[in-house]
């Protein structure tokens, strides 16, 4: 299990990083960038809306388990609305900076403030549109408020949260992202890891018993090593501009980790709740696309707080 876990982890990074690559490339460089030009996320964004796809159909299953069955077109419409509408308004100032060389979109807080707007008002349009699939499918008293109310649990865990990880790519880069999901990730593999070979006390025994309290120190631990590497090693050695303080990347590992760890928890309880153990079967040595993206999904936030007021490379915030 372990082996299989470690061979399907690494193949996914090196997807991953492989992407990223391609999506730097087009968008920096543009190999036909004398032709088109081409914004961030011109790669990564399908394929991302394609997980969000995978996770809603995830969400989905587990809620029916649970006895919650919202129309599933509205989950789906909704979540990608959001991320798309979060993604183009950072196109729109990114081709306000590079193209129209408008500065006002770079500094202050016109680029975050542009984004959480669109998100926003695409979450209130995801709430019209499923209001309207629930009015329309009505036929007798009974489950149609619940069933609203798991729609909107998709948008707000989903897609309002993804987001944070499309802000994160888009403001500042594919730097700020992968030390979300290289810390976050880190974490994991430690709390595994040290929870395997030394844990003894369980952290959380009803909701999640293979957790233990040395697993999570131990996960703590890897996180702001993890941490250290990417904002100290790392990063000033591609970018020389790059500098973050020990107290901000420190602080960064240590936060990311344990809201990294709630939103694994998180998982588990939705999951515990419909007396189900894995979100799907989608990624081997894994389970579900959600078993992956839980952690991120939560650390998300907590991640751009520390891009956003420079907590971290003081230089790169808005």
């Known amino acids: 299990m372990l082996g299989r876990r470690l061979f399907f982890g690494i193949l996914l990074v090196a997807v991953l990083l492989g992407l990223a690559w391609l999506d730097v490339r087009l968008s920096r460089y543009g190999l036909a960038r004398d032709i088109v030009w081409l914004p961030r996320g011109i790669i990564l964004l ?20 649970a006895g919650l069955h919202p129309l599933p077109q509205t989950a789906y419409i909704g979540n990608v609305l959001i991320a798309a509408s979060c993604w183009i308004a950072n196109v729109i100032q990114q081709y306000n900076l590079e193209i129209l060389h408008i500065t006002e979109s770079k500094g202050g807080w016109q680029w975050a403030a542009t984004a959480c707007f669109s998100a926003l008002l695409a979450v209130a349009c995801g709430v019209f549109i499923a209001f309207a699939a629930e009015m329309r499918r009505y036929s007798h008293p009974g489950g149609n408020t619940i069933n609203l109310a798991g729609s909107v649990f998709t948008f707000a865990y989903l897609g309002l949260l993804s987001c944070f990880m499309i802000q994160l790519y ?22 595994y890891t040290v929870g395997k070979l030394l844990g003894r006390h369980r952290m959380t025994p009803i909701l999640s018993p293979g957790k233990t309290i040395e697993g999570a120190i131990g996960g703590v631990f890897f996180a702001c090593i993890g941490a250290w590497v990417w904002f100290e090693a790392v990063l000033p050695y591609y970018e020389q501009e790059s500098f973050s303080p020990l107290l901000g990347w420190l602080s960064f590992g240590i936060t990311i980790a344990i809201t990294g760890m709630i939103g694994d928890l998180a998982g588990s309880l939705i999951k515990r709740d419909s007396n189900m153990k894995d979100s799907g079967h989608a990624v081997p040595g894994f389970g579900g696309l959600l078993d992956i993206f839980d952690s991120l999904l939560i650390s998300a936030p907590a991640a751009y707080v520390f891009w956003v007021f420079g907590f971290v490379c003081p230089g790169k915030h808005l």
């Open 170 to 191: 888009m403001a500042y880069g594919v730097e700020a992202v992968l030390s979300l999901i290289i810390v976050t990730k880190m974490c994991d593999t430690g709390a």
């Open 46 to 65: 399908p394929v991302y809306l394609l997980c969000l796809v995978i996770l809603t159909r995830e969400v989905l299953r587990i809620l029916n388990a």
